[in-house]
């Protein structure tokens, strides 16, 4: 095992973080500046951003002019400041994510080298950060990623401290601060599943005798100090309209009440894991099941840690009303150590035919599902190029895999991963996107030169952080309904400009105004508004934009 003799060398230098992080960073960031802003959920975060930004208001976030509670403060400062330095960019956008989704990859390493082997933290690093799900939410512009890093360190240092790893206990101090910045970034999840999971350990070692140790006093301060004052003063600013709003609607809500129902299925987080791990998912189930054999071989405090954290989050939200994808997205990382570890055991043994269909399998039916997401978004030379390429990965892989030994099978597989994420990065992830933003409806709204702009059934806000013109989303006006103020509801989450069709073409001038519709909508469009003398001024993509004659 020569590779793992040079590996172990290589990986004794305090170097390795370094090049870990610019090679992981670099990469996650490769052709990010041609993919665009998307609907609905990215939108979201760059327009509150960009708000902040220009309106210099870096407490309360705000969106369409409007104070907006849906997330704390944490992720928008992180765009808003990249913005600041870099402009109102794609690139500067989808900075944040890649940068630590960078320092995930160094943190797993860090982590794995210190409880179990180098060579298992390597294996760890190259299995987390090519999962499906890392790489797509190193991305995407939400929070996912940066939450994932301080979840994934709250728990790391904890773990550390309660082994006393160095001798010290004092991990426990930068546990707390994790939680903190979690809070910050994604609310009270980001203390209560680290807590959840310590607890666990606790108490299924009986050893309560490790509260005491724990520097509860100085932790609570410290997590006080960093995660308070930002809640303290959006109360002081807002009252209970933050408290109604934030810790109702968007904690208490999401928890109780379904805002997807048809998600809501025994199997979601199952379907998710499969997808989120891929290629790696067969062996991901076959590490569990072996690491679970070890668990109740031997007693294993990091097996025992690593089995609670991804029972505790997969758990949890399962009993969730509310369902998304993200949310066991932090459980990647101890699943990555799992699968590093019976990894490191299968190359060791030199199992060349177990590594081939447990892994080679996988990937080729991934490479497979990117050539249908291919014929599906691509045309022309692209479409051809992208699935020539991915075609080319595939069967180089299987050729040169044939009488090799277990360790060039793994680099072969390594190696077709990079290659279809150039693919997926330079053709793939930039059409899917361009297919879900309102980067060339902006560009209409803008070339059309109309002030007021409404948009009809549907809304893009992805238009509105593109074109800088704040549109209204129009609705039918028999579904036109004055919500109570203080009722509880999903509804409070939409605070974009909202008025009936008729109202929003009944007060001259009516020179001023353009109507987006799209071409399902296009006859009930017509249908209700045919009072008004409407001239069409451009059909472009599904879209159709006109204006109102007087």
Known sequence: MKLFDDVSNFTASPKIYGVLFLISFFGYMFFNQAIPITDPVESNYTLTAKEMVLSADWVSPRIYGNVWFDKPIFFYWLTALSFQLFGFSEWAARLAPALFAAVGVVLLYWFVSKTNTRRSALLAVVIMGTSFEYILLAKLVITDMVFFVFNCAALGFFYLGYVKMDGTKRWYLAAYVSMALAVLTKGPIGALLPTLVMLLVILLQRNWTELKEMYLLTGVLLFAIVALPWYAAMYTLHGMEFINNFFGVHNYLRATVSEHPKDNVSYYYLAVFVLSMLPWSALAVKALIQGYKDLRSRKSPLLLFLFLWIAAYFGFYSLMATKYLTYTFPIL??????????????????????????????????????????????????????????????????????NRTAVDVFKLLCLCQLGSYIILSLFIFPAIAESRSGKEIAK??????????????????????????????????????????????????????????????????????????????REQFLLETARFNYQLLKDSKGLSYYSIKE
């Open 333 to 402: 990382f101890p699943v990555a150590i799992l699968t590093a570890i019976q990894l490191e055991r299968m190359l060791a043994q030199g199992k060349t035919k177990e590594i081939f269909y447990w892994i080679g399998v996988p990937a080729a039916l991934l490479m497979v599902g990117y050539m249908i997401a291919a014929y599906r978004y691509l045309a022309g030379w692209e479409l051809g190029l992208a699935t020539a390429g991915l075609l080319l990965f595939l069967v180089f892989s299987v050729w040169k895999a044939r």
């Open 444 to 521: 209409s709204m803008v070339d059309l030169g109309v002030e007021k702009i409404g948009m009809y059934q549907f809304y893009s806000t992805s238009a509105v952080f593109y074109s800088g013109k704040v549109a209204i989303k129009l609705i039918p006006s028999s579904e036109v309904t004055f919500r109570q103020a203080k009722e509880l509801d999903w509804s409070s989450k939409y605070t974009m400009p909202t008025q009936g069709i008729v109202e929003f073409g009944a007060k001259p001038p009516l020179s001023d105004r353009l109507i987006i519709v799209r071409g399902k909508q």
